[in-house]
């Protein structure tokens, strides 16, 4: 198993330039989280999956877009970058939900916007 | 707004030492989870703590879980360099939301 994958590594973007970062995971996990991390922070959520068909917002949404149509796959979508949303954005999967499960953590994508 | 709380923040010790780790909260969370991960990498699940006063043993690391339920720490008896990382705790109120908590970055030297 390739577990939870994130494509691209690395991104530099121009303020007002939009890009999708790619999650996928193979291991069948219904549930699916996109979160961003600054510099010598801790995680913060920005939206969640349950299902396919199924998203819902987390701590710090705004400017974010997520779609799951598939159980594998969760991008995220930043419209309009902002210097703001210069961080390192990981992605993860859980079996389950409400605390009892693991979550498998992507590799991340660092992005820059100047 | 729930919030998650570690200290210390930074904490550079000799190999060998002891050393304790703190996750506080003013909110009661249903489970625990504390995570480490590593410079370029996504955090890896170390324990999971559901019940208050709740103890549990991994080798050298020893979990616990308050009995209100609403802080957790993290013992590492005889450090070693490999236990070099940033230690993130992560609680959530039985929804499908974790709230991570601000992390303790340590460094065992040789």
């Known amino acids: 198993n390739a577990g939870v994958t994130q494509t691209p590594k690395f991104r530099i973007l121009k303020i007002g330039q939009s890009m999708t970062l790619q999650c996928a995971q193979d291991?069948?996990?219904?549930?699916m989280y996109w979160y961003r991390q600054d510099p010598g922070m801790g995680l913060k959520l920005i939206y969640y999956?349950?299902?396919?068909?199924?998203?819902d917002k987390g701590e710090v949404p705004n400017g974010y877009n997520v779609s799951r149509s598939t159980t594998e796959d969760f991008p995220l979508r930043l419209e309009l970058a902002a210097p703001s949303q210069t961080s390192v954005y990981f992605c993860?999967?859980?079996?389950?939900?409400?605390?009892?499960?693991?979550?498998?953590f992507g590799p991340g994508t660092r992005l820059t916007v100047t | 707004t729930q919030l998650l709380e570690q200290s210390p923040q930074f904490l550079s010790i000799q190999e060998g030492e002891n050393l304790t780790v703190y996750c506080n909260s003013s909110?009661?969370?249903?489970?625990l989870q504390w995570y480490r991960q590593e410079p370029g990498e996504g955090p890896v699940l170390l324990v999971t703590?559901?019940?208050?006063?709740e103890v549990k043993k991994l080798k050298r690391l020893t979990f616990q879980f308050g009995d209100a339920r609403k802080d957790s720490s993290l013992h590492i008896t005889a450090a070693q360099p490999g236990d070099t990382g940033l230690y993130l705790c992560?609680?959530?109120?039985?929804?499908?939301?974790?709230?991570f908590g601000t992390g303790t970055r340590l460094k065992v030297l040789a």
């Open positions: 993860a999967s859980s079996h389950g939900g409400q605390g009892l499960y693991e979550q498998y």
């Open positions: 291991m069948n996990h219904n549930y």
């Open positions: 999956s349950v299902g396919a068909g199924i998203t």
């Open positions: 909110s009661v969370f249903s489970s």
């Open positions: 703590v559901v019940t208050g006063g």
């Open positions: 992560a609680g959530t109120s039985g929804t499908y939301k974790y709230i």
